[in-house]
């Protein structure tokens, strides 16, 4: 009873909140209104990768190819078209690892094929804000720092926006509206040509925003969850992004058609980053579950966790050539491991951990934000109590000590020389440091205010 009382509830909710109901004679859109179930449902198992029955679901023109026995689909005829069989029924043969679609689901698909399965352009997904960046009357937090590869630009999230600052602090350059209300995460791709964000609106949307660095131009904004987006990351070769949601999952989307490549669900708890390997085919993630986790981009399937379990993960980095993370989290210390399985687990509670390279000194407070320099010879973090504090990567040796009433610090990075750093937090103003000693340099607003 409770679960048939759930279903009314939850056809309920997707035909007033979810994909929106749609008159008994409108067209069904494939772009708008069936895409977005085969994203939830199905292309966790039918995608390039993982191809379960050779059928891939990542694109309308795959749909419609079907699989090497055939088309999957008849358009107009919805009673032939094996699709509509797999998912229809008191017991459906498809989605096998999930639960089975909703009534109104279904029927969404099935209407869509009786229309003649017809395929609309793409739907892009214009900013909330329109061209207008905000006004502002006090400084947000600063949750996200980066620094373009040529030395140019520093980006800082805003509310509704990106701001391009000249990477000296002497003024902002541009303002890149969008539609996530907050950003958590920002990053410039390897050859400096993409600027790519992760963030949305909690329990709303997440979204990935790919900006042009030079053109000032979105790329394309990818939203694939209905939470938030954290720690993103962009493959070398500026195909792929990767990110840790809210919901526990790590996402991997296409750039060039937003589509959802690869999810992994082994994650128990918000996942606070997702890292490629040098040639992108492996995932570092960390947890607030307190896992560093190896995973497969291909198949989304887990390969080990690259730690033994401590503190919960709120943060981490990888070294800008090799396969090395740091990780840090509420126990206040940053860890070294190589992008590799932790290795010889062979019983519960085993600590045996290959992948560790080193431990840096304790900071006595929780470690919101790490970063590595450019050459990977540094590594500096900020703390929840507004220490910022840098170390030699190779013996863990402390550079400097920064100590500040600026509040909790969220968000850290190197310049492209690695002759300074950036530090932002929760006073919502951005200071520049000189790295070899922690000097102080400059002191701006991350955001213009009157």
Same mark, same amino acid.
């Given at each position: 009873?409770? %679960?048939?009382?759930?279903?009314?509830?939850?056809?309920?909710?997707?035909?007033?909140?979810?994909?929106? =109901?749609?008159?008994?004679?409108?067209?069904?859109?494939?772009?708008?209104?069936?895409? $977005?179930?085969?994203?939830?449902?199905?292309?966790?198992?039918?995608?390039?990768?993982?191809?379960?029955?050779?059928?891939?679901?990542?694109?309308?023109?795959?749909?419609?190819?079907?699989?090497?026995?055939?088309?999957?689909?008849?358009?107009?005829?919805?009673?032939?078209? %094996?699709?509509?069989?797999?998912?229809?029924?008191?017991? $459906?043969?498809?989605?096998?690892?999930?639960?089975?679609?909703?009534?109104?689901?279904?029927?969404?698909?099935?209407?869509?094929?009786?229309?003649? &399965? +017809?395929?609309?352009?793409?739907?892009?997904?214009?900013?909330?804000?329109?061209? +207008?960046?905000?006004?502002?009357?006090?400084?947000?937090?600063?949750?996200?720092?980066?620094?373009?590869?040529?030395?140019?630009?520093?980006?800082?999230?805003?509310?509704?926006?990106?701001?391009?600052?000249?990477?000296?602090?002497?003024?902002?350059?541009?303002?890149?509206?969008?539609?996530?209300?907050?950003?958590?995460?920002?990053?410039?791709?390897?050859?400096?040509?993409?600027?790519?964000?992760?963030?949305? =609106?909690?329990?709303?949307?997440?979204?990935?925003?790919?900006?042009?660095?030079? *053109?000032?131009?979105?790329?394309?904004?990818?939203?694939?969850?209905?939470?938030?987006?954290?720690?993103?990351?962009?493959?070398?070769?500026?195909?792929?992004?990767?990110?840790?949601?809210?919901?526990?999952?790590?996402?991997?989307?296409?750039?060039?058609?937003?589509?959802?490549?690869?999810?992994?669900?082994?994650?128990?708890?918000?996942?606070?980053?997702?890292?490629?390997?040098?040639?992108?085919?492996?995932?570092?993630?960390?947890?607030?579950?307190?896992?560093?986790?190896?995973?497969?981009?291909?198949?989304?399937?887990?390969?080990?966790?690259?730690?033994? +379990?401590?503190?919960?993960?709120?943060?981490?980095?990888?070294?800008?050539?090799?396969?090395?993370?740091?990780? @840090?989290?509420?126990?206040?210390?940053? %860890? !070294?491991?190589?992008?590799?399985?932790?290795?010889?687990?062979?019983?519960?509670?085993?600590? *045996?951990?290959?992948?560790?390279?080193?431990?840096?000194?304790?900071?006595?407070?929780?470690?919101?934000?790490?970063?590595?320099?450019?050459?990977?010879?540094?590594?500096?973090?900020?703390?929840?109590?507004?220490?910022? %504090? !840098?170390?030699?990567?190779?013996? @863990?040796?402390?550079? =400097?000590?920064?100590?500040?009433?600026?509040?909790?610090?969220?968000?850290?990075?190197?310049?492209?020389?690695?002759?300074?750093?950036?530090? @932002?937090?929760?006073?919502?103003?951005?200071?520049?440091?000189? &790295?070899?000693?922690?000097?102080?340099?400059?002191?701006?607003?991350?955001?213009?205010?009157?």
């Amino acid at each position: 009873m409770m %679960r048939l009382l759930c279903g009314i509830v939850a056809v309920f909710m997707f035909l007033t909140n979810g994909t929106h =109901a749609i008159a008994d004679d409108a067209q069904v859109s494939f772009h708008r209104d069936v895409m $977005p179930v085969l994203r939830i449902h199905c292309v966790a198992c039918h995608k390039p990768g993982k191809l379960k029955g050779g059928l891939d679901l990542t694109t309308a023109a795959a749909l419609l190819a079907g699989t090497d026995g055939g088309p999957v689909i008849k358009p107009g005829h919805p009673e032939a078209s %094996r699709l509509i069989e797999t998912i229809h029924g008191d017991e $459906p043969e498809m989605p096998q690892e999930s639960e089975p679609l909703l009534p109104a689901e279904v029927e969404l698909i099935r209407r869509w094929v009786a229309q003649g &399965a +017809t395929v609309d352009e793409p739907i892009s997904n214009p900013s909330r804000q329109g061209s +207008t960046p905000p006004d502002y009357k006090s400084l947000p937090a600063v949750h996200a720092l980066a620094f373009s590869p040529d030395g140019s630009w520093l980006a800082v999230p805003g509310h509704h926006e990106i701001l391009l600052h000249h990477a000296d602090g002497s003024a902002i350059a541009s303002r890149l509206p969008g539609d996530s209300p907050r950003l958590e995460s920002v990053a410039f791709s390897n050859d400096g040509t993409l600027l790519v964000a992760s963030g949305g =609106a909690a329990s709303e949307f997440g979204e990935v925003q790919v900006w042009d660095v030079a *053109k000032r131009e979105l790329v394309r904004s990818i939203k694939g969850s209905k939470d938030t987006f954290y720690g993103v990351s962009i493959s070398r070769d500026n195909r792929q992004v990767a990110v840790g949601c809210a919901d526990k999952l790590v996402r991997v989307f296409n750039v060039a058609d937003g589509n959802e490549a690869m999810r992994c669900d082994n994650h128990l708890d918000w996942v606070f980053g997702a890292a490629f390997n040098n040639d992108g085919t492996r995932l570092a993630t960390v947890s607030r579950d307190k896992a560093t986790k190896l995973i497969d981009v291909s198949t989304g399937h887990l390969i080990d966790d690259i730690n033994r +379990t401590r503190d919960p993960l709120i943060c981490f980095a990888r070294h800008p050539t090799e396969e090395l993370i740091a990780t @840090g989290g509420t126990e206040g210390k940053i %860890r !070294m491991f190589r992008m590799q399985p932790r290795g010889g687990r062979l019983a519960e509670g085993d600590n *045996k951990e290959e992948s560790f390279v080193r431990e840096f000194e304790h900071m006595a407070s929780p470690i919101q934000t790490v970063a590595l320099s450019p050459d990977g010879s540094a590594v500096a973090c900020g703390a929840a109590n507004g220490e910022v %504090r !840098m170390f030699k990567t190779e013996n @863990g040796q402390r550079i =400097a000590q920064i100590k500040s009433e600026q509040g909790p610090v969220f968000a850290i990075a190197f310049s492209s020389d690695g002759a300074r750093i950036a530090t @932002g937090g929760y006073d919502g103003r951005i200071r520049l440091y000189k &790295a070899a000693n922690g000097e102080a340099i400059h002191d701006i607003a991350s955001v213009p205010i009157p």
